[in-house]
């Protein structure tokens, strides 16, 4: 098994005494598209921060696609591109120049560039703009660029820290679909993220980090198998003015045309219907509700600081 | 990056877009210079240079010339890396350098000739300048003029990167020039031979760095200097050896750029 990512026992302590890693551990697998989830100040940054070189780690280990940080960070470096969750590039130059100058650092020539630079451009819908200084572009512009920096030396590795935050739903989506573009062509991904639809939507590995410890580090699929309760909503086409009680299906109204039922897994959804037949509820429409992940995060991470 | 073919890539990069930094802003870096030493030639050199009459047996503004060429070189070598440095540890784009795998004597070089090309620029600039106001001066040996320049900017590039990389704030990269460089440059015989002073001043002046500089870089331009040639470059070359050591020990460590 070839592992993108290895980390072992990683410990970081700031100079302040902050404790910010506590010796976590993780694997991600080539071609994963792994979410890393957590609170604010968990440590997901520190961790992102100390495998892009940009954090110095207090003990532990990172191996990129085999080669120990430690001993061959060069080569180490090679495979890996980090979408970083600030903007980091120089807001004074142009698009095209900030693109070439990053592939320059990884000694790629601006002969050898160009074509790779025009065409990340393009398909970051980057490349009307390539003229432009970077201070003039918008938020999403911004996240593009720090994306578009993030490729063009091919990694085998990408990491993104909240890539998303702050961006409007379209560009988001179309991040999303880029993203998963890139991850069948062969590009492991690791995402942190807050938006934890995001992480469902994309991930198929999950793990979540809280006070510097992992308290999860399984498959999105088996992770929600775990939740006992999905949530389900029901547009009405008749409205209500409270929500009916019926036993063992607590409801809840949201507004007098929707209706939200939590339904436990060993319970068949038939038997909701038959209630509301009863009760001469109409139903429109049913959709679930989007929310599971973030209910298993909260628990996850409340049940840590018990 | 194993090949040396990449990492010479990588480093021509960063030095293009350090040169590209300060072209792209000349107005605010090559301009004002050239202004402030024609004021200087005006005031010093032609309306108060002949009263003092000669400076070592040369013409007070055959004599300043030497100085100011330093006077600038210095200063501006030193302000282009403590002030692109900063900029880019403020901006965080630092982090397209650390997460690169370029080592850190080429990201260390790279920014130490972005300020060796500004200083040197500038250097001919005020020496054209300054051809305006005496054209007839030559250089006595151009050798030891172009070395010391060179080794000049060199070693003040040095100082402004240790001093952006201490640096936290926008003040932090103006203490050390205004209060500190810019005193000791003037008090180092830009514009007056240590041999017009007292006997007491004389001695602390030798105390001075930046006399060693200036002086050695007059002889190549005139044949005068107050001060032993090779004791001078000796000196500068150690300054130099000690300052790379000391960047390079702070880029391996960290120091004001990984947390």
């Known amino acids: 098994m070839t592992y993108a990512l290895e980390i072992l026992d990683l410990k970081k302590t700031y100079p302040g005494g902050t404790e910010a890693l506590k010796g976590i551990s993780l694997t991600v697998k080539e071609g994963d598209f792994y979410a890393l989830l957590g609170p604010n100040g968990a440590g997901k940054s520190s961790t992102i921060g100390i495998i892009g070189s940009l954090v110095t780690k207090t003990s532990g280990m990172v191996k990129i696609f085999g080669i120990d940080a430690d001993k061959d960070i060069a080569e180490a470096k090679t495979m890996l591109g980090v979408v970083s969750q600030e903007i980091n590039f120089s807001q004074f ?85 880029f993203l998963k573009e890139i991850n069948k062509n062969g590009t492991t991904i690791i995402l942190t993220t807050h938006y934890l639809e995001e992480a469902e939507q994309l991930c198929r590995n999950i793990g979540i980090i809280d006070h510097g410890t992992m308290v999860a580090d399984t498959s999105m699929k088996d992770l929600l198998g775990t939740l006992n309760v999905q949530g389900y909503v029901f547009d009405l086409i008749e409205p209500l003015e409270e929500a009916p009680l019926i036993e063992g299906f607590p409801l809840k109204l949201e507004d007098s045309l929707t209706l939200v039922a939590a339904v436990n897994k060993d319970r068949s959804i038939n038997a909701l219907f038959s209630e509301f037949s009863k009760l001469n509820i109409k139903i429109k429409s049913m959709r679930n509700e989007s929310n599971r992940l973030e209910e298993l995060f909260i628990e996850m991470v409340n049940s840590n600081e018990k | 990056m194993k090949s040396n073919y990449k990492v010479s890539v990588s480093l021509w990069t960063l030095t293009v877009k350090e040169i590209r930094r300060f072209l792209r802003i000349w107005v605010q870096t090559l301009v004002p210079p050239a202004v402030t030493m024609s004021l200087y030639f005006v005031i010093f050199g032609s309306l108060i240079g002949p009263r003092i009459g000669s400076m070592d047996g040369f013409d007070y503004i055959q004599y300043m010339i030497p100085g100011l060429i330093m006077l600038s070189v210095i200063t501006n070598s030193y302000n282009n890396v403590v002030s692109s440095f900063y900029s880019v540890k403020f901006q965080k784009s ?26 040197v620029l500038i250097g001919f600039i005020v020496f054209g300048v300054s051809l305006i106001f005496y054209p007839d001066f030559t250089v006595a040996n ?70 060693y500089v200036v002086n050695t870089f007059r002889e190549g331009m005139l044949g005068a200097s107050d001060v032993s040639i090779s004791f001078s470059l000796g000196m500068i070359c150690a300054f130099i050896a000690i300052l790379t050591g000391a960047c390079l020990y702070f880029l391996k460590k960290g120091t004001g750029i990984r947390q």
Request: charged share 20%; glycine share 6%; hydrophobic share 50%.
């Open chain 2, 142 to 211: 151009p050798l030891l003029t172009i070395t010391v320049l060179l080794l000049t900017a060199i070693l003040f590039s040095l100082m402004g990167f240790i001093n952006a990389v201490f640096a936290d704030s926008f003040d932090d990269i103006s203490i050390i020039p205004t209060f500190i460089l810019t005193p000791l440059i003037y008090l180092g015989g830009v514009f007056y031979s240590i041999n017009i002073l007292p006997d007491i001043w004389r001695s602390i002046s030798m105390a001075n760095p930046m006399l």
């Open chain 1, 93 to 177: 130059e142009k698009v095209m120049d900030i693109v070439v100058t990053q592939a320059g650092f990884y000694g790629i020539p601006k002969s050898e560039a160009m074509p790779k630079v025009e065409n990340i451009l393009k398909r970051l819908s980057l490349w009307d703009k390539r003229n432009v200084q970077a201070r003039t572009l918008s938020g999403g512009y911004k996240r593009r660029l720090m994306i578009a920096k993030a490729l063009v030396h091919n990694p085998k590795l990408l990491i993104l820290d909240e890539p998303t935050a702050g961006v409007d739903i379209e560009l988001r989506r179309e991040m999303w679909i």
């Open chain 2, 94 to 119: 630092i982090e397209e350098l650390l997460i690169s795998p370029m080592p850190n004597w080429a990201i260390l070089l790279g920014f130490v000739l972005g300020g060796v090309a500004r200083g």
